[in-house]
């Protein structure tokens, strides 16, 4: 491994219905994917999981939960109330009910895999926090998505603003999101 790129999958632990993913340098992180759709999705790709692994040669991006307590407080609630999202998520339930969680419960919710891999000579996999509000434009942004349908999302909590586009891509993420 370089200095340039950030860790590398070392392993697969499964954790039903989820699974882990073991990083070099060490440590892990829980993705909503099945270790065996996971083989699936990389055999589909023609690369052999546990050759990866064994060679270090799968980078993985992801980045912690940058959003604080208090911001994801001020973001639940604005999302829940505001007039353009309540109506836009009140058709998607499950999302709903993630912004009523607690900020160490929604910590603890399993990254969700993008479908797409970067290309064979240097593959890698990029995993998304499904409600991390990050900085961004003055204001937090997230990609929300609720089986096939995505939500760019941007909360101005200031200005107790909130913008949505909405796609439907129905394989954008694997697993069993949300």
């Not at 065996?36 to 990866?52: M, Y």
């Not at 000579?121 to 434009?137: G, S, T, V």
């Amino acid at each position: 491994m370089n200095d340039e790129c950030g860790p590398v999958l070392a392993g697969v632990e499964p954790r039903a219905p989820h699974c882990r993913l073991i990083l070099d340098p060490p440590g892990a992180v829980t993705i909503d994917v099945a270790e065996e759709t996971l083989r699936t999705h990389f055999a589909g790709q023609h690369l052999d999981l546990a050759v990866l692994c064994e060679a270090r040669r799968l980078e993985v991006l992801y980045w912690p939960i940058r959003m604080s307590h208090a911001e994801w407080a001020g973001i639940s609630e604005l999302l829940l109330t505001h007039a353009v999202s309540s109506a836009m998520l009140r058709t998607h339930p499950a999302l709903m009910g993630l912004l009523r969680r607690s900020f160490d419960a929604v910590c603890a919710l399993p990254y969700r895999m993008y479908a797409g891999l970067a290309g064979p000579q240097a593959p890698a996999i990029y995993l998304y926090h499904p409600l991390d509000f990050y900085p961004k434009d003055s204001g937090h942004y997230c990609l929300l998505s609720d089986r096939g349908w995505l939500c760019r999302t941007w909360v101005q909590l200031k200005r107790r603003e909130v913008r949505m586009e909405e796609d439907n891509i129905p394989d954008h993420f694997l697993g069993t999101n949300p």
